[in-house]
């Protein structure tokens, strides 16, 4: 489901916004990558270079429009998808790889959430608070408390 439908929705909006032909390719990969991984758990792997893609996506915007907050976290969490499908090809505990794989929806969706607070609300700390939630996220998906992950996803909740 993360792979195949919200990584390939993800990776085909980032893809029609900005245009290129070679970013198609991302959700071409998420969608082929889940199908196959049906399969062949290793075929996840097309996914994990899909996820890498969006993330380079990100850096190519940054490249051509300057640094955006924004489009870092959404990189880091399409790195933190993909780290956590390679977790999952080596058959780390489902319970441990899904931390990975919530952290890249949160932080896309935080992300975006932040891109339109910029727009439209003004308020300071903004910044700051979004920086340490997702500071906190990051550390807990790899740390492997349950706890410590609800507590990021709360702060998260309590951000957005």
């Given at each position: 489901m993360i792979f195949g439908f919200l990584g390939t929705l993800i990776a085909l909006e980032r893809a029609v916004a900005i245009r290129k032909g070679?970013?198609?390719?991302?959700?071409?990969?998420?969608?082929?990558?889940?199908i196959l991984s049906l399969f062949q758990r290793d075929l996840l792997l097309i996914g994990v270079l899909a996820s890498f893609i969006l993330a380079f996506a990100f850096?190519?915007?940054i490249k051509l429009y300057g640094f955006r907050f924004q489009w870092f976290i959404m990189a880091l969490g399409a790195i933190l998808l993909g780290i956590g499908g390679i977790?999952?090809?080596?058959?780390?505990?489902i319970n441990f790889v899904?931390?990975?794989w919530l952290s890249f929806l949160i932080l896309t969706i935080g992300a975006e959430r932040w891109e339109l607070s910029v727009m439209f609300v003004k308020r300071g700390g903004r910044n700051f608070t979004f920086f340490v939630v997702v500071l906190f996220m990051c550390l807990t998906s790899v740390i492997p408390y349950d706890v410590l992950k609800g507590i990021s996803f709360l702060l998260t909740a309590l951000w957005l």
């Open positions: 070679w970013i198609y390719l991302s959700p071409v990969l998420f969608s082929l990558g889940s850096f190519y915007l977790l999952y090809v080596l058959g780390f505990s899904l931390s990975f």
